[in-house]
T-cell receptor, first 115, second 113 residues
Framework: DADVTQTPRNRITKTGKRIMLECSQT?????MYWYRQDPGLGLRLIYY???????NKGEISDGYSVSRQAQAKFSLSLESAIPNQTALYFC??????????????FGPGTRLTVT | AQSVTQPDIHITVSEGASLELRCNYS??????LFWYVQSPGQGLQLLLK??????LVQGIKGFEAEFKRSQSSFNLRKPSVHWSDAAEYFC???????????FGSGTQLTVLP
């Protein structure tokens, strides 16, 4: 079984719709992250959470919100989707007990298309 | 500002040839450094990491990377590339005032038969 799972894997939605992307992990990590990937731009951080009560904005948080329902679950919402939010979205986790997080572990991604 | 630069957007090599992917970082102090690989339709997989100590680090899939402080570089190498290595490669860094991982823009690797 995958350590970091994302649902849905693919989603097409219309402009103005609300959409939620979900992430679950079984690694026991306390830190979780949401990134978006656009061609030629690498990965950019949207939000990150160091524990259930510690949520922080990343580089590109406008138009997004998150919820950390439990240590293992971290959801990303687009309140009113717009076409330039079409991208590949990744969830990641890391362990604060390890220096520098020892790197982050990524889910398989959600491909979101906003028409 | 802290940044990671991968100067090569796309590299093409023949199968069996050697490979070097470049990565430069700009941080006040040496950050933790990582290389990730993303195969088509997949998430990112950690190839290797550098924290301190030996400047040549070994990773999975036969990859290695060399940290050079004087050049602020962390280049990824492989002696003999296989067709299955075709993917996008990302260099990343963690450190300084940011509590987050900063990624380069990626290098797309094509392997010719």
């Amino acid at each position: 079984d995958a350590d970091v799972t994302q649902t849905p894997r693919n989603r097409i939605t219309k402009t103005g719709k609300r959409i939620m992307l979900e992430c679950s992990q079984t690694k026991g990590h306390d830190r979780m992250y949401w990134y978006r990937q656009d061609p030629g731009l690498g990965l950019r951080l949207i939000y990150y959470s160091f524990d259930v009560k510690d949520i922080n904005k990343g580089e590109i948080s406008d138009g997004y919100s998150v919820s950390r329902q439990a240590q293992a679950k971290f959801s990303l919402s687009l309140e009113s989707a717009i076409p330039n939010q079409t991208a590949l979205y990744f969830c990641a986790t890391s362990d604060s007990q390890l220096a520098g997080g020892q790197g982050q572990y990524f889910g398989p991604g959600t491909r979101l298309t906003v028409t | 500002a802290q940044s990671v630069t991968q100067p090569d957007i796309h590299i093409t090599v023949s199968e069996g040839a050697s490979l070097e992917l470049r990565c430069n970082y700009s941080y006040g102090a040496t950050p933790y450094l990582f290389w990730y690989v993303q195969s088509p339709g997949q998430g990112l997989q950690l190839l290797l990491k550098y924290f301190s100590g030996d400047t040549l680090v070994q990773g999975i899939k036969g990859f290695e990377a060399e940290f050079k402080r004087s050049q602020s570089s962390f280049n990824l190498r492989k002696p003999s590339v296989h067709w299955s290595d075709a993917a996008e490669y990302f260099c990343a860094a963690w450190g300084g005032s940011a509590r987050q991982l900063t990624f380069g823009s990626g290098t797309q690797l094509t392997v010719l038969p």
